[in-house]
Every structure is written in C-alpha cells, then in structure tokens.
C-alpha cells in the first residue's frame, strides 16, 4: 500500500500571502490529521477530518483551516501568512479499528513551509 | 498547557547499550500511548504503542514501560544500533472521546555511537 502523500514537499511564501497545502491519505483510511512541527513548540495537533467533517481542532488561529473530500484526501489553507506559520506541516491518516488502538496513525513526508 | 513531558531532551549511547527515553503524562484521561521515530526530513514513524490496561509490550529490541498509577511511561531500546538514530516522541491521546488527537512529548535527539 502506497504512504501518506503530501504535496508540495517545499514551499516559499512571502508574508501576508496564503498557502494550500495537499494530503492524500493510505487507501481506505477516512481520518486525516493535520500537525505543525516546529523546533520551538514541537509537534502541534491542528485538526482532524473524519468523512468530511472536522472532528476535532487545535489551538490554533482562524488563518488555518481545512477541508476533507469525499475520497478522503484532504487539504488545509493558512491565509495572512505570518513569519511564525514557518515549520513543516504533517498530514497523518488513520483508519477505525475494531480492537487495539482505534486510530493507529500514520504521517506523511510533510511540506517544509518557509515564510519570508 | 504542556501535558506530556518527555525527558531526556538528547541521550548519547554506545552501540549494544540500552537506550532508555521517559515520558509523564497529567491527563489521566488519556487511553493511547505511542511512541514515534522521526528521522531528518521524513514524517514520525509509528514504533510501538501501549494501552492503560497493560504494564509493559515488547516489539523485537522496543519494549514500552507503563505506570499507571505514577502516570508515566518509557521506551526501552534494548542492543541500541547506530540505526536508531533519531528523534523520538512520546505522545499521549483520548481515543474514547478525542478521536486520533495526539499531544506530543517534546522529543529526545537520540545518538548511537559505533
């Protein structure tokens, strides 16, 4: 089975633009997760989809949000880019399981954001 | 609010020798524990996992402690190889009622020395 796919990889954006980032989950996989990774704060939960519906969010501003598809691939979009969005931005998919962990995730390559 | 606490930040260790990574959690709410290794420039990869309800689950040379009681739990690397060089992160979720949500320990830069 084909990874987690994120897309692009590397990104370099000015400040005040905004920025689309792509994640297509491991086939038969419904919840997608989002998650900021920078050296300061670490590894932050943005939000969860789960068949098209955010299920659950992070603690982060109103400029991130995002969207899942009916194929479950999802994407998520920072407008007003600040010098602070820089960090690299995983996408992980996880499916429901009957027993052992409900939500095994696995994450994706991500895409290194870089705001200038 | 930091609720996985995650120590030491880096550890050195010479090749065969134990590696040994310490996690303390707040919630007791939280049902899921894993455990990530994440190498330079690719995502964290899933490397063992424990519920509240076992002490202890081993996987090849990876073996998770649990203290349910004490609210905390370790990463055993046993016969450490240069190989396990990485980063790696503990993390905490509520299956039950968050769903996939992780909150993350913040990470110790593992050295194995030939």
């Known amino acids: 089975k084909a990874g987690v796919t994120q897309t692009p990889r590397y990104l370099i954006k000015t400040r005040g633009q905004q920025v689309t980032l792509s994640c297509s989950p491991i086939?038969?996989?419904?919840?997608v997760s989002w998650y900021q990774q920078t050296p300061g704060q670490g590894l932050q939960f943005l939000f969860e989809?789960?068949?098209?519906?955010?299920?659950n969010k992070g603690n982060f501003p109103g400029r991130f949000s995002g969207r899942q598809f009916s194929n479950s691939r999802s994407e998520m979009n920072v407008s007003t880019l600040e010098l602070g969005d820089s960090a690299l931005y995983l996408c992980?998919?996880?499916?429901?399981?009957?027993?052992?962990?409900?939500?095994?995730?696995?994450f994706g390559p991500g895409t290194r954001l870089t705001v200038t | 609010q930091q609720q996985v606490k995650q120590s030491p930040q880096s550890l050195i260790v010479q090749k065969g020798g134990i590696s040994i990574i310490n996690c303390a959690y707040e919630?007791?709410?939280?049902?899921?524990f894993p455990w990530y290794q994440q190498f330079p420039g690719k995502g964290p990869a899933l490397l063992i996992a424990i519920r509240p309800d076992v002490s202890e689950k081993k996987e090849g040379r990876f073996t998770i402690s649990f203290n349910k009681s004490a609210k905390q739990f370790s990463l055993h690397i046993m016969d450490s190889q240069p190989g396990d060089s990485a980063t790696y992160f503990c993390a905490a979720s509520m299956e039950e009622t968050s769903g996939s949500r992780l909150t993350f320990g913040e990470g110790t830069q593992l050295t194995v020395n030939p």
């Open positions: 992980a998919s996880s499916f429901l399981r009957t027993s052992g962990s409900l939500y095994e995730q696995y």
């Open positions: 989809y789960f068949s098209e519906t955010q299920r």
């Open positions: 086939s038969g996989h419904r919840s």
């Open positions: 919630n007791t709410a939280f049902d899921y």
